[in-house]
T-cell receptor
């Protein structure tokens, strides 16, 4: 079983819609979870980190964590064409980071 | 100037050659990491270092070695490159301690092709 699993997509949403990205993970001991955005040919950049069960909002982005279900999600409200990228889910277990393979998102103008 | 830099940005080499990828950071972070990224496989950790005297193997260390020359410098070596080491390589840093201590900051990447 992979440490972090994501649906590779592609996911397409119209401009202004809500994009929903999902991620599951193994190891109930994992404490820290992250969403990174990666544009084609560029390095990953952090969007959100979440450590506690529940929701965490930052602007148009909301991260949701459910440790009992081992599930992390990212909602992007009012999606913009500039949000078109690959979104990587990651977790920190012990001293190591594990990344999912990423979900490709396209926002259609 | 970028906080995390990698050199070279692109490299084409032949099977059997020794290659070194370099990473430097001005963020003052103690922790440094090397990842490779392959289509469909995502980012995978090769090695990580929490200070100059601390080196640890990651998920896929076979065929690679590292050197932490200083707090700010962390190099990745391929002793004898092989074609399946063709990938995009990223260096990353994170801080020790503090609220954001496990946020990773990535360099721009090195695209390596082994023929």
């Amino acid at each position: 079983q992979k440490e972090v699993e994501q649906n590779s997509g592609p996911l397409s949403v119209p401009e202004g819609a809500i994009a929903s990205l999902n991620c599951t993970y193994s190891d109930r001991g994992s404490q820290s979870f992250f969403w990174y955005r990666q544009y084609s040919g560029k390095s990953p950049e952090l969007i959100m980190s979440i450590y506690s069960n529940g929701d965490k909002e930052d602007g148009r982005f909301t991260a949701q964590l459910n440790k009992a279900s081992q599930y992390v999600s990212l909602l992007i409200r009012d999606s913009q064409p500039s949000d078109s990228a690959t979104y990587l889910c990651a977790k920190n277990t012990g001293n190591q980071f594990y990344f999912g393979t990423g979900t490709s998102l396209t926002v259609i103008p | 100037d970028a906080d995390v830099t990698q050199t070279p940005r692109n490299r084409i080499t032949k099977t059997g050659k020794r290659i070194m990828l370099e990473c430097s950071q001005t963020k003052g972070h103690d922790r440094m990491y090397w990842y490779r990224q392959d289509p469909g496989l995502g980012l995978r950790l090769i090695y990580y270092s929490f200070d100059v005297k601390d080196i640890n193997k990651g998920e896929i260390s076979d065929g690679y070695s590292v050197s932490r020359q200083a707090q700010a410098k962390f190099s990745l070596s391929l002793e004898s490159a092989i074609p399946n080491q063709t990938a995009l390589y990223f260096c990353a840093t994170s801080d020790l301690g503090g609220r954001y201590s496990d946020t990773q900051y990535f360099g721009p990447g090195t695209r390596l092709t082994v023929l």
